[in-house]
Structures are given as structure tokens and as C-alpha cells.
């Protein structure tokens, strides 16, 4: 199971992290992966991490802006999000994907939390 915490309003140009927290595995073992869900639009990949691995892939969208990081203690990973516009508004999921090498495909990812909803606004 994954929960994701962290979510809420904030101004463009402000930052927000996020978190997700895994029971019943082991996070450290599996690439995780973070994907947006815009109002009337389909979820989209943002960026993953390679298990085992602080290594980031980044869609183009948020490179330079957003990163993962493990907390491999707390079976945690987290999401930190800085320089955010309006076009990041969205419910934020973290996925787990069991092999090593993450991927953009949400089809490889076999366990997704609930969601958590950025809103970023003036």
C-alpha cells in the first residue's frame, strides 16, 4: 500500500513536498514513480527513481524543478517540487514498479496510492 501526504495550496512560484509511504514492501527495492492528474485531462508520468538509487528520470515538464528522494528508514520517498506554476495543479500519485529501472509507462507500475491534491494559485 502507498499513501501519499503533503498536498495543498500554494502561490506560483512557491515550493511544496510531498510524501509517500509504503507498507507490506520494502521501497527501497522497487523504482517508484510520481504522475499528475490535471482536471479533464489523462494522468501524466512526471518522474521516477531507480530502485535502489537516488537516480532521477525527468520528463521535460519539470526538469530542473522537481526531484525524488529516498528515506529508505521510513520506506519513504519524497517529492520535491519548487518553482510552481498554475499548470502544476493536479492530484500528485506515487507508484511502485518492481523491477530496477524506472519507466514513464503508469502500465508497470503494479501499486498506486490514493492521490493528493496541489493546488497552485494566487
Known amino acids: 500500500q502507498l499513501v501519499e501526504y503533503g498536498g495543498g495550496l500554494v502561490q506560483p512560484g512557491g515550493s511544496l513536498r510531498l510524501s509517500c509511504h509504503a507498507s507490506?514492501?520494502?521501497?527501497?527495492?522497487?523504482?517508484m514513480g510520481w504522475f499528475r492528474q490535471a482536471p479533464g485531462k489523462e494522468r501524466e508520468w512526471l518522474l521516477c527513481v531507480n530502485a535502489r538509487s537516488n537516480d532521477n528520470v525527468y520528463a521535460d515538464s519539470v526538469k530542473g524543478r522537481f526531484t525524488i528522494s529516498r528515506a529508505n528508514a521510513d520506506n519513504t520517498i519524497y517529492l520535491q517540487m519548487n518553482n510552481l506554476t498554475p499548470e502544476d495543479t493536479g492530484a500528485y500519485y506515487c507508484?511502485?514498479?518492481?523491477?530496477?529501472?524506472?519507466?514513464?509507462?503508469?502500465?508497470?507500475?503494479?501499486?498506486w496510492g490514493q492521490g493528493t491534491q496541489v493546488t497552485v494559485s494566487s
Open positions: 507508484a511502485a514498479d518492481p523491477k530496477y529501472y524506472c519507466t514513464n509507462r503508469a502500465e508497470n507500475y503494479n501499486t
Open positions: 507490506g514492501f520494502t521501497m527501497e527495492n522497487y523504482a
